[in-house]
């Protein structure tokens, strides 16, 4: 079988899926504006039947002036008509040499296919934010939120803590380990932010699961993109800031600057509000971009800034929303994790006594541990080697019950805003 376009153009089919939409990673890629990135699928099973889904684009996908419900996996008889977008017809025919076929259709222009594979395909644009929730409880998603959370607390609270112990000797070392462990921090959560989302949009699009070593080089090789267009966002914004307020000066001027400032106030407030959203919201979809485009800093913030140009409202409410779920799931599983570890101390002092479950809890955190008080790290100072193991293994389960307890609120929200962008991303073109 074959599609012909209008044009003329013909593109062979293959059995099993053939993607189709603007972009050159489509099996069918046609350049033309009305068409989704990600637009439509085509199945052509062994039996001989052609089924085609619509995967949540903007101007849909039609048979015989009908559109087709996204998501939903619909037949295409041979020689049927079909319109993706607003100005893409095509016919699908017998490939040449292949005899005619003669299916006849009398029924609806399109029906639902039941033996269609359900999980050829992305989902669709309505079931993309429940996706995204799933998704987050993968477990490689989990242990890479988890490990980039332990590193950068660790290495924030070791800048910290030579930053202190250095205060009163050499001030400008001490802001220096300040500053390098902020910058630490930062490129570990971007690099665990890049990998969590390439994951993310992986599972979301359809496209073959990502491994946490391919997400890590993936990370790696973008980290500067990731890292840095935030804070380049973060410094435009503040630049265009301070350029209001020297033209703001003009009100300094006697008789006419009055006149100007006031005219000037309503622009002043409609450009501080967008730059607001853009701050707020815009950044969330900076990620996702880099996954999704790859068009360096600059590049990534002009499409952001076209996305949040052309659909402010739209994108704030869909991140807003995610923030509330996120919020609200945070709490409920810190009080489930906060109850746990209440009734498992509970257990723990039935089960070893009063004296002993004091002996564990005098080194409960690791921290005196480092400026030489009494524990495994710092000898037995006459207490039982037992009780510094104990407490050393009592450390290190409640902080990676911590770790998980913050790693999922932190895949979840990556996961929505990858599903957001998903959801938004064909309002801009190209």
């Given amino acids: 079988m074959q599609l012909v376009m209008q044009d003329g153009r013909s593109f062979a089919l293959r059995p099993g899926v053939t993607s189709f939409g603007r972009s050159r990673d489509n099996m069918i890629s046609i350049d033309n504006l009305s068409l989704?990135?990600?637009?439509?699928?085509?199945?052509?099973?062994?039996?001989?039947?052609?089924?085609?889904?619509?995967?949540?684009?903007?101007?849909?996908?039609?048979?015989?002036?009908?559109?087709?419900?996204?998501?939903?996996?619909?037949a295409l008889p041979a020689n049927t008509q079909i319109r993706f977008g607003t100005e893409v017809i095509c016919?699908?025919?017998?490939?040449?040499?292949?005899?005619?076929?003669?299916?006849?259709?009398?029924?609806?222009?399109?029906?639902?296919?039941?033996?269609?594979?359900?999980?050829?395909?992305?989902?669709?644009?309505?079931?993309?934010?429940?996706?995204?929730?799933?998704?987050?409880?993968?477990?490689?998603?989990?242990?890479?939120?988890?490990?980039?959370?332990?590193?950068?607390?660790?290495?924030?609270?070791?800048?910290?803590?030579?930053?202190?112990?250095?205060?009163?000797?050499?001030?400008?070392?001490?802001?220096?380990?300040?500053?390098?462990?902020?910058?630490?921090?930062?490129?570990t959560l971007s690099l665990a932010t890049g990998c969590i989302t390439k994951m993310s949009h992986a599972s979301l699009t359809g496209l073959p699961p990502v491994t946490i070593r391919e997400a890590l080089n993936f990370g790696w090789r973008r980290l500067p993109e990731l890292a840095f267009t935030p804070v380049a966002c973060l410094a435009i914004v503040a630049a265009i800031g301070l350029a209001e307020t020297v033209v703001m000066l003009v009100g300094r001027i006697d008789y006419i600057g009055e006149v100007i400032v006031s005219l000037l106030f309503l622009p002043a407030l409609a450009l501080n509000l967008f730059l607001i959203v853009l701050v707020s919201f815009g950044v969330a979809l900076i990620a996702p971009t880099i996954v999704d485009r790859g068009r360096g800093v600059m590049g990534t913030l002009?499409?952001?800034?076209?996305?949040?140009?052309?659909?402010?409202?739209?994108?704030?409410?869909?991140?807003?929303?995610?923030?509330?779920?996120?919020?609200?799931?945070?709490?409920?599983?810190?009080?489930?994790v906060a109850l746990a570890l209440a009734v498992t101390m509970q257990m723990l002092l039935a089960g070893v006594g009063l004296n002993k479950a004091s002996n564990i809890a005098l080194n409960w955190l690791p921290i005196?541990?480092?400026?030489?008080?009494?524990?495994?790290?710092?000898?037995?100072?006459?207490?039982?080697?037992?009780?510094?193991?104990?407490?050393?293994?009592?450390?290190?389960?409640?902080?990676?019950?911590?770790?998980?307890?913050?790693?999922?609120?932190?895949?979840?929200?990556?996961?929505?805003a990858c599903a957001v962008y998903l959801h938004v991303k064909d309002e801009v073109p190209g």
């Fill in 36 to 74: 989704s990135r990600k637009h439509a699928q085509l199945h052509w099973d062994p039996a001989g039947a052609l089924y085609v889904m619509d995967v949540g684009s903007v101007n849909g996908t039609w048979i015989n002036e009908q559109r087709i419900p996204a998501g939903q996996w619909c």
């Fill in 91 to 187: 016919r699908v025919t017998s490939a040449p040499g292949a005899p005619p076929e003669t299916i006849q259709v009398e029924p609806p222009a399109y029906q639902a296919a039941p033996n269609a594979p359900s999980n050829a395909s992305p989902v669709a644009r309505t079931e993309v934010f429940t996706q995204a929730i799933n998704r987050s409880l993968d477990r490689d998603q989990l242990i890479v939120a988890a490990g980039g959370a332990l590193l950068a607390g660790l290495a924030g609270f070791l800048g910290l803590l030579i930053a202190g112990n250095l205060f009163t000797d050499s001030l400008p070392l001490a802001v220096a380990f300040v500053a390098a462990s902020v910058v630490i921090v930062w490129l």
């Fill in 302 to 336: 002009q499409h952001v800034l076209a996305l949040m140009r052309r659909i402010p409202g739209q994108a704030a409410l869909y991140l807003s929303l995610s923030w509330l779920l996120t919020g609200l799931i945070t709490w409920i599983i810190w009080g489930v």
């Fill in 368 to 416: 005196p541990n480092l400026w030489g008080g009494s524990g495994i790290l710092s000898g037995f100072a006459g207490r039982r080697f037992t009780y510094d193991i104990a407490s050393f293994v009592l450390q290190l389960g409640v902080l990676g019950t911590i770790a998980l307890a913050l790693a999922f609120p932190f895949v979840l929200q990556v996961n929505l």
